[in-house]
Structures are given as C-alpha cells and as structure tokens.
C-alpha cells in the first residue's frame, strides 16, 4: 500500500492503447493529476512505484495484465481478452472494457487502501444507470445491491442515488412524447470566476455589441420556433442560462423576453427559469421586467458567502449584496428562488463552509445546488493553480458535501438531480436540492437525455434524442463575434438536424 508520508508519484503505461480512456479513468479516481505520470521508456529503467497493463499470449490464450507495485506492494492480475482486440461487437467488447475497469479498480483499491465513493461510476449521468434499472422493474433493495457490489458505490452514495432517481422520476415520466426544452445563452458576465470555463465574455469588452448580440439572439430563436411547430414539438421548459443574463441592461433583458414570448408557443411551458446569478447584475429595473413577463423561476448564485473568497474568485460584490438582492426578489413576488453554492472554493475550509450555509438557511431558498469544485481545464484556476492549496481541498471536500445534506435536510429540501465532472475533488458530485414542486424540469432533462433540447445562442449545443434513444448535436461557435457573422450557418445545422429527425420519424411510423 502506498505510504503517504513518501513520495507519491507514480507512473504508469499501457501497452493495449485500445484501452487508453478505460485505462486512465481508473487511475485518475485513485490519485491525483499531480501524483501520476505516463512513462514511455522501457520498464527497467523506473525504480519508482508502477502501474503496468500488458498483453500476453499464453498456450494460445490472450490475457489482458495488471501489474502494480512499489517498494512495499507488488501484485499482478489478469483477465482473458481472447478475441477481443479483433471483435466488431461493440457490446461484447463494451461488457469486456466493464470486466476491465471492475478489476484494475480493485487491485488499486487494494494497492492504495482509499476509499472511492462512487466506485467505478465515471460518467457524469449516475441517475440515468438508476432510472434504466427501475425501468427494468428492479426493486429499491436490488438497485442499491447493484450498485454496492457491481459499481463498487458506497453505501451512502447508493442511496442517495436512488433518493434522487425516485424523486425526479415522475417529472420526467409525465412529459408528453413530443414535448422539448428550450435553451437561450446569454454568453457575458461582469468578470470571469477563477473556477469558470463556460463560454462567457466580460460584459465590458462586448458592451458595443450587446444589442446587436441580442438581434442575432431573437433570430435564431425565431427560427428554432419554426422548427418546433414543424415537428409538432411542445415546449415543456424554457431556460436562459450563461454566462449571467442579467448582465444585459433592463431595455435589452425587456426586449430578449418579449421576443421569446411573442415567438415561442407557451401553451404547454410547465417552467421558464431565468439565471439572475450574478447579485451585483441585479437591481429593481431589471427584477421588475422580470416580473412582467412569464418567467416561473430564477437563479441567485452566491457560490459562497464569505467575503474573502468572493474576492480571491474574482466576484466583485459582497454577501451584504447576494442577501439584499434575494430579499428583493422575495418582495417582488419571486417564489421559486434557487441558490447555487461550491463546495471546495480555494481558501475555504470547513467552518467558512459552514458560515455560507447558515447565511443561506436565513434566506430559505426553494432550490439548492450543491456543487463540488472542478478543476476545468480552460479555467484561470488550472493556469494559476500552483498559487492556490488545492489538495487541502481535497481533504475537506467530503466534509462540507456532507455538511450541505444536512442543511439541505433541515430546510426542508430533497435532493432531486444530481451529476458529476471530471476532474471534481474528492471524485464526488453536484446535488440539487428542492422543495416539493420547486424542483427545475429543464435541469432534470438535461441531465436523464431523454427530451429533445433545442438550443440558441453562442456556445449553445441542441441534442436531439431520436427513437431508441440515439441523440444527435449540433454546435453553435462559442465566439460571440463569430455567432453574429455565422449566424445562417448555425440555423442551418439545426434544420438538418430537424430534417433527420422528421424522417426518422415517417420511417418509424
């Protein structure tokens, strides 16, 4: 087992590239990117700690190899792959990649005694492998069986898994067959968070061009609904995302949500949620155009309620401004207001952890979004990351993930989504907390891929999910300046994109 006290760098290689990502996937889980390196010379020449996969062919027989081993453990297993590197089933070799990442994971468990919260779950959709299994018909009691023994899921992860899963379930059972979500993109913000590495500007640099911005914005929209009545689609959930939208001036904001309102069919809309963010892009003008139109529900995202932290995550406002800003929009008559907050903020321990939520808990928000840290590869935070302690943060992540719960309990809220990044510390998860019927349908959609999410504006991606759940995408360019000049070109990838789907559609009738 490796001792923490030493050096803990490891290298590792492997010889069946065919097997890179699984490879990889389970060794990210068990160390962290700085303790782990690939090693491409031969294997003579490492005197270091190792982890090794290899082929061997054996009295006609082909099997796959693992071999780790430092100055303290040296262990080897193995696992027959006969006819696998050559095979063009996809689901015998998938079934084969599973039996793989199951058996690297245990020899590194072993190897490093650390314990995996979500065992061998390293996509981002958990709830999606739940909700197949309670289509299946499987009971609660089996669901959590297979999770503990054959995703290697701990027991407290398991369950709330299946919460999630069980309290989402009717939402997104209850749509209609034809029904989509609608997203809008509003790519600007005041300043760029350390952390962040959405496709969104600072307002300042694109302030010429907002209007212009927004014109673009309105035909694309125009367009998307087009598409939505020539498939005979209903809407069931808007979303205006970012960046932060409220970064538009109040005359823009009123403009963007007349347009959606005059050109989108709201007859069937169960939610329309506007991420208001930002606290220092919200004041009484722009709340009250808000307020007039047929919004449902909105987003006040603190992230923390510390001062410093604000500060060193590049947000120039104070907790006094997130607190005055919600407390306005209660006034107004707001009643389904979500809060984001990140568990893991660099700088932040446990006890500054603690004082966000119980500043929160004050405010009683209807939503909750507990997210833990990511490390995001286009972030100033990666860039800048030797200047900040980030494997204390990994100390105390799991702390305050658990701490959250417990707020989120005690205020009367469940947990209803939930989804995972890579690179987020501690190998954990972002939860969504809710009060019963406050919970946001857009973000359970987005989330189980089983609705048909038509997207506009830069950066914005619209997945189409045709019969037998197949999905299909296209890509709006992030750069807002491009956006405006290719605008034709992005309509079109979504017409093409509705043409497939049509015919999909005759072909399957």
């Known amino acids: 087992m490796v001792n923490e006290e030493e050096d803990k760098m490891i290298f590792y290689r492997n010889e069946c590239k065919c097997f890179d990502y699984e490879f990889e996937d389970i060794i990210k889980l068990f160390f962290l990117p700085d303790e782990i390196k690939k090693f491409d010379e031969p294997w003579d020449k490492c005197s270091e ?120 379930r009717n939402m997104f059972l209850n749509s209609s067959k034809n029904s989509v979500s609608v997203y809008i993109g509003i790519p600007f913000c005041p300043t760029r968070c350390l952390y962040c590495s959405f496709s969104s500007s600072t307002i300042g640099q694109y302030k010429k061009v907002i209007d212009s911005y927004v014109d673009t914005l309105l035909k694309e929209i125009k367009h998307t609904a087009k598409l939505i ?91 006094e401004d997130i607190e005055n800003a919600f407390f306005m929009a209660r006034d107004m008559g707001f009643d389904n207001i979500n809060m984001d907050i990140i568990c ?86 972002n939860v969504g907390y809710s009060k019963k019927n406050k919970e946001c349908l857009y973000n359970i959609q987005i989330m189980e891929e089983r609705q048909t999410i038509l997207a506009c504006g830069a950066g914005a991606a619209t997945k189409v999910v045709f019969p037998h759940n197949r999905i299909e995408r296209a890509f709006n360019v992030k750069s807002v300046e491009e956006y405006m000049l290719r605008i034709d070109e992005m309509i079109e990838r979504k017409t093409n994109l509705s043409h497939q789907y049509q015919i999909i559609n005759i072909d399957n009738s």
């Open 229 to 319: 009545k020539d498939n005979d689609f209903e809407i069931e959930s808007i979303y205006i995302g970012g960046g932060t939208p409220t970064s538009l001036k109040a005359y823009q904001l009123e403009r963007l949500l007349k347009g959606i309102e005059e050109y989108l069919d709201f007859s069937k809309v169960k939610e329309y949620t506007i991420e208001a963010g930002r606290p220092d892009t919200i004041d009484m003008d722009k709340l009250k155009v808000i307020k007039n139109s047929k919004v449902s529900r909105i987003s006040i995202n603190p992230q923390t309620m510390n001062a410093v932290t604000l500060d060193k995550i590049g947000r120039k406002h104070s907790p």
């Open 49 to 168: 700690a190792f982890i090794l996969c290899y082929k061997t062919v054996i009295e006609g027989q082909e099997r796959l190899n693992i071999h780790v081993k430092d100055a303290k453990y040296d262990a080897m297993t193995s696992i027959s792959c006969d006819g696998i590197f050559d095979s063009e089933d996809k689901q015998k070799v998938m079934n084969f990649k599973r039996s793989f990442k199951r058996l690297l994971f245990r020899i590194l468990r072993d190897f490093t005694g650390k314990t995996i919260p979500w065992g061998v779950l390293t996509g981002i959709r958990p709830t999606k492998l739940v909700n197949e299994f309670m289509d299946n018909g499987d009971t609660k009691e089996e669901i959590i069986s297979i999770l503990k023994t054959g995703y290697f899921v701990t027991d407290n992860k398991a369950s709330l898994l299946y919460e999630v899963a069980e309290n989402q």
């Open 344 to 429: 893991g903020l660099p700088g932040e321990d446990v006890g500054m952890f603690k004082n966000t939520l119980e500043k929160i808990k004050v405010m009683k928000p209807d939503n909750l979004t507990v997210h833990t840290m990511s490390i995001k590869r286009a972030s100033r935070l990666t860039q800048e990351k030797e200047n900040y302690n980030l494997e204390a943060q990994y100390r105390q992540v799991s702390e305050m993930v658990g701490m959250a719960h417990e707020y989120a309990t005690e205020m009367g809220l469940a947990p209803y989504y939930l989804y995972r990044q890579k690179n987020i510390l501690g190998n954990l998860e």
